[in-house]
């Protein structure tokens, strides 16, 4: 299996202030059909997840501008420009690339 | 709008036998993928497995075959995630999740097994 690994593991953040998460692959996750399957999820607290961004830099429907993605290959980033009270969560990078999928570790975002 | 609703909590005794459902709505359910998801008391997310209603077509993740079954009934739009004889270590939330991707989320199933 691929093997996704976050950090930080906890990232506490002034409101309004950015706010960035890095994930990195065991491999490359570029598949055979040129895309490559990142995705990053929210997790609020007491919530099911819910999908942020896919295929490394698309927002999904209704998420919010401040939130944006970047990488290639096995290096990947999840950016917050502004945080807000509602961001408060778990976050998770997840590679679709290869069966089974994975998921990182999960990265707690708190208000200082 | 896509929906996903799935089945009421759960409180069974080890050994017993359970099956959870996923219903989908909104979208077409024979041609997306459905996948399942564990979440363990305080815990990260782990992806069990994942069918296509349109022909049945499963896949398990190893750390996961032999221990679940993962069905649908696509002439009422769902899935299903069974297991023959619960642990205690089965204690966790389930989700089930569209698509290959994973881009909609059912609110999950909680499921606790206890003696």
């Known amino acids: 299996d691929i093997v996704m690994t976050q950090t930080p593991l906890s990232s506490p953040v002034t409101l309004g202030q950015p706010a960035s998460i890095s994930c990195r692959s065991s491999e490359s996750l570029v598949h055979s059909d040129g895309d490559t399957y990142l995705s990053w999820l929210q997790q609020r607290p007491g919530q099911p997840p819910r999908l942020l961004i896919y295929?490394?830099?698309n927002r999904f429907s209704g998420i919010p501008d401040r939130f944006s993605g970047s990488g290639a290959g096995t290096d990947f980033t999840l950016k917050i420009s502004r945080v807000e009270a509602e961001d408060v969560g778990v976050y998770y990078c997840?590679?679709?690339?290869?069966?089974?999928?994975?998921f990182g570790g999960g990265t707690k975002v708190e208000i200082k | 709008e896509v929906q996903l609703v799935q089945s009421g909590a759960e409180v069974k005794k080890p050994g017993q036998s359970l099956k959870i459902s996923c219903k989908g709505s909104?979208?077409?359910?024979?041609?997306?993928?459905i996948g399942w998801v564990r979440q363990m008391p305080e815990k990260g997310l782990e992806w069990m497995g994942i069918?296509?209603?349109?022909?049945?077509?499963?896949r398990y993740s190893p750390s996961f075959q032999g221990q679940v079954t993962i069905s649908a009934d696509k002439s009422i739009s769902t899935a299903y995630l069974q297991w023959s004889s619960l642990r205690a270590s089965d204690t966790a939330m389930y989700y089930c999740?569209?698509?290959?991707?994973?881009?909609?989320w059912g609110p999950g199933t909680l499921v606790t097994v206890s003696s």
């Open positions: 909104g979208y077409s359910f024979t041609t997306n993928w």
């Open positions: 069918i296509y209603p349109g022909d049945s077509d499963t």
């Open positions: 295929k490394i830099s």
């Open positions: 999740v569209r698509g290959w991707g994973g881009d909609y």
């Open positions: 997840m590679q679709g690339t290869q069966f089974p999928h994975t």
